[in-house]
């Protein structure tokens, strides 16, 4: 499943520590931090694939003949909304968004561990922050 066709995904975990002296920390002294436990199709991260021996004819072919997969040069590739063909970049894509962070910072939370869910938004561009519940400290 790509994020173009995700609409919710299982839950992560938001932890939120007070960290005053951490460079990511925000004004308050929290720092963010996202936490995942599996990555599934919904959160696995893929990148435009950038190798010189790629064939986006072979690619095109095999996307018209049903396989949404194909392997071409050793690798599987999947057609990501505004990446197109892409292969996968190992873990989980949700702590490499830059806006999540923001997001975070607006739901205004103590320190804990928050269990959520994401949205993508925007044809994937961006994904938002559903909170599930709020997990043991």
Known sequence: MTPDEATYAPAHTL???????HPRADNSGHRYEIVCEEVTDWCRAWQECLESQCDPEALEKAEEDGDEEPVVHGVIHRYVGNYGWSTEVPGCVLPMYDSWRDEARDLRLAP???RFTHRWEDGGEWFSIDLVEEAAR
């Open 15 to 21: 932890v939120v520590t007070h960290e005053p002296d």
């Open 112 to 114: 804990g561990e928050y």
